[in-house]
């Protein structure tokens, strides 16, 4: 099985990938895990995989393009766990699920002479998850150790926005404490806000704050865009105490 993660969207992007999967690999099942990453959020990419790659089948390979660094001398990688595969750019979007996995390899994946310098989805990472999966770990280049971090910045009660979905909820990657009323404070923004349980006993047209599904605390709007009104972006500091 191969899992698609990118920022393209709706586009012909994701269509030529599968076309590419396909052309390599008939017998291949793809599965979409996310194609609406906001453009070139590699904080956004790794907090969606590190939440989700677990419900995918023991043996999944993993195709991760959020490649702001697309066509510079940025490695392209293949990484190997006890129970997963990992093709994506060495940008820090593989580090957060990483941390959770023991590694077994990591090696180079080739960019080809002639592929575009715009679109190594295609050219590059759909070719590798397509051997990948048909088992050719091993025919990737030598191995390699360095491999780019990228922290998603938590100490105490201070965090990040690590996604705005599409409903506009503003997701954070801080643990809910279990009481009724927080303090938030981002971008020269301070209030109270209520915890509700649930969005059908939230008060209406006011913000409050959800444990979402990976169970960390969002920013919300009963029947609205929460972040309409704060207008904030992923990777910004938040402190909710």
Known sequence: MIVLLTDFGFSEYVGVMKGVIYHLHKAARIVDLCHDISPQSVIEASWILKNNYTYFPIGAVFCCVVDPGVGTERKALGVKTADYTFVAPDNGLLWETLKE?????????????????????????????????????????PTTRELKQLELYLNGRVGMVVRIDRFGNIITNLPSEGKTEYWVDVKGYRSRMVFSPNYDVAPDDELFLIKGSCKTLEISLKNGSANERLTLKTGQRIEIA
């Open 101 to 141: 996995q023991r590694i077994l390899d990591i090696r180079v994946i080739p960019v080809p002479d002639d592929a575009s310098h715009t679109f190594h989805g295609r050219d590059v990472f759909a070719k590798a998850a397509a051997t990948i999966d048909q088992g050719h770990f091993d025919t990737l280049e």
